[in-house]
């Protein structure tokens, strides 16, 4: 029932007809509370704190995945093409945390969140979860006076740390119908009326869609890895994975698991069935029961906790490159504030 639900709510988003109209009282008064929240701020009720190195934001103002985590990994691997040493915050949603807290090689998802976990193993930089990023910030500085930048894992409307610059990552659903949650999917108006205390600005805002929208900003483009990865650690060309035979189980607990089942399609895998399960699934209560023919694939976020109840799921991890122009929009952006010491190969790709 709740799934359904969810699923209808998702679908009126997109539009403005009945369900969505019957939910505007709730966007009003959501409206309301993040107006006040920002005033707060713009009038000095409540202060945001800069920490000496520069900080970037990377978040959205819609609801659900739009691709933040893909594109912080793209900025971190960019800046270190330049010669520069970040470092990554992140909330650490759905971990147990209660204060700052280093992600360890050896941390689990339960401890400090599946998005922190995919950040640590894929960029190797050091990575500080918690719900204060000042304090967070802080404690990466600590740790290692030698980093040139944080690079925040969403946060956009978390005020209290000031930053250096923005990014506002968008999906294929633009503004949806352009209604406040929960009438839309809006967390603010868009355009948005800048904090300046916090440090936000137009001239401090880069926009980047990771899927075709009528949003202006600059287009990256994603695809599936050409190699998948299981529990064991061992590799496997996808092709080969397809040729196999057996037959395939897709399972995605991530905000739009669709997305990543189409991916899956368009490349050629015939999913015999699939699992679109809640963001962030811990997957503690997943059961399903297989005769040991069929094959699961899953994402590289839910790889992270389904490995441990089914190490023999193959990850297909996403790959996201970059534009030469919002590259080059990001370079011009750090110039003021720091010099790079070498040139930067533009395009690149992550994941």
């Known amino acids: 029932m709740a799934a359904a639900l969810h699923a209808a709510i998702t679908r009126a988003w997109q539009g403005r007809g009945a369900l969505s109209t019957a939910l505007l009282p709730i966007s009003w008064i959501y409206g309301a509370l993040t107006a006040v929240h920002r005033w707060t701020y713009a009038r000095g009720l409540k ?8 900080v970037i934001v990377v978040g959205n103002v819609i609801t659900g995945g739009a691709g933040k985590t893909p594109t912080a990994l793209g900025v971190v691997a960019h800046l270190q093409n330049l010669g520069f040493k970040p470092a990554i915050l992140s909330r650490g949603y ?17 401890e400090v969140g599946d998005e922190p976990l995919v950040l640590r193993h894929s960029s190797g930089v050091p990575v500080v979860v918690g719900r204060d990023r000042v304090a967070a910030g802080k404690l990466l500085l600590q740790i290692h006076p030698d980093i040139t930048h944080i690079v925040c894992d969403d946060g956009l409307q978390h005020y209290r740390l000031f930053r250096d610059l923005e990014i506002c990552v968008f999906d294929s659903r633009g503004l949806g119908n352009g ?5 839309g999917m809006l967390r603010q108006p868009w355009p948005r009326t800048p904090v300046i205390e916090a440090g936000q600005s137009i001239q401090k805002l880069l926009v980047l869609k990771t899927g075709q929208s009528d949003v202006d900003g600059h287009l990256a483009t994603r695809a599936l890895s050409e190699t998948a990865i299981n529990g064991h650690g061992q590799t496997m060309v996808l092709d080969a994975l397809l040729q196999s035979g057996a037959p395939l189980h897709a399972i995605a607990g991530i905000a739009q698991p669709d997305n990543f089942f189409n991916m899956l399609r368009a490349r050629g895998c015939v999913l015999r ?18 005769d040991g023919g069929e094959v699961l694939i899953c994402t590289e976020k839910d790889a992270i906790k389904l490995w441990q ?6 990850a297909v991890p996403l790959l996201q490159t970059l ?10 952006a750090l110039v003021p504030q720091h010099t790079p010491p070498v040139s930067s190969p533009h395009g690149h790709t992550t994941h």
């Open 47 to 54: 202060r945001s704190e800069k920490l000496p190195i520069p």
């Open 94 to 110: 759905g971990g147990k945390h209660q204060s700052p807290t280093v992600v360890l090689d050896t941390s689990t998802a339960q």
């Open 179 to 183: 209604r406040l949650l929960h009438a």
């Open 273 to 290: 069935t699939t699992d679109a399960l809640p963001d962030h699934y811990d997957f503690d209560s997943y059961s399903r029961t297989s």
């Open 309 to 314: 109840h089914r190490p023999d799921a193959w």
């Open 323 to 332: 534009p030469p122009s919002f590259l080059a929009a990001l370079d011009q």
